[in-house]
């Protein structure tokens, strides 16, 4: 799967059409091996699985084993399709780089495709709530606030567990500034340049 391919699905996800992702899945599973273990289409079919009901996800919400580099908890969905301040990053981004591997890649775009319905952040709530005590969690890793309403959302699961230490980096600098709720703290917010809207920093 390549980039452009990989943004069209997403895009799809973002905008909750089911019917156009299933098409674009069942295209990516056509150009390779379904039972061969570790390929797109393999996590693809999974995913159309999924999707058509007929299996769990794939994939937890939470990566609770981080990477090599990032050793804690982390959530994230698919770049650009969900950064409401990309601007200048999208030239450099790191996050393209995850997608040499399709786990990467389909755990994003489950997490975007949840985000969108209110079913989907139920999900992901429940989810939250049975993350361990105490410890450390990074949100979005990947991807980023794509709506004022997701920063609420996040906010207040935020706050059900102040046993968490959150902390994250984010561009979306206008839908922050929209929000009108109460601020947890517990959650450690890292403004990143690179956005679409910095000339709102002063």
Not at 182 to 190: C, E
Request: charged letters at 20%; hydrophobic letters at 40%.
């Amino acid at each position: 799967m390549d980039k452009a391919q990989g943004l069209e699905i997403g895009r799809a996800a973002a905008r909750t059409d089911i019917a156009q992702m299933k098409t674009l899945l069942t295209a990516l599973i056509a150009d390779d091996d379904v039972n061969r273990r570790g390929t797109w289409a393999y996590f693809a079919n999974k995913t159309l699985a999924y999707l058509n009901n007929e299996a769990p996800s794939p994939f937890a919400i939470w990566n609770l084993k981080g990477n090599i580099k990032l050793s804690f908890a982390a959530f994230s969905a698919l770049p650009q399709v969900t950064c409401a301040g990309a601007g200048p990053c999208l030239d450099y981004c790191y996050s393209f780089k995850s997608w040499r591997y399709p786990t990467a890649y389909f755990r994003q775009l489950i997490n975007t495709l949840l985000m969108t319905t209110e079913y989907g952040r139920t999900v992901i709530s429940s989810a939250t709530s049975k993350l361990p005590r105490d410890i450390s969690i990074r949100l979005y890793v990947d991807g980023d606030f794509a709506s004022v309403a997701q920063v609420a959302f996040w906010m207040d699961e935020i706050r059900k567990r102040p046993d968490l230490a959150v902390y994250g980096y984010s561009k979306s600098w206008r839908e922050l500034l929209a929000y009108d709720g109460v601020w947890p703290s517990n959650y450690l917010l890292n403004l990143s340049n690179g956005g679409n809207a910095e000339h709102l920093r002063d």
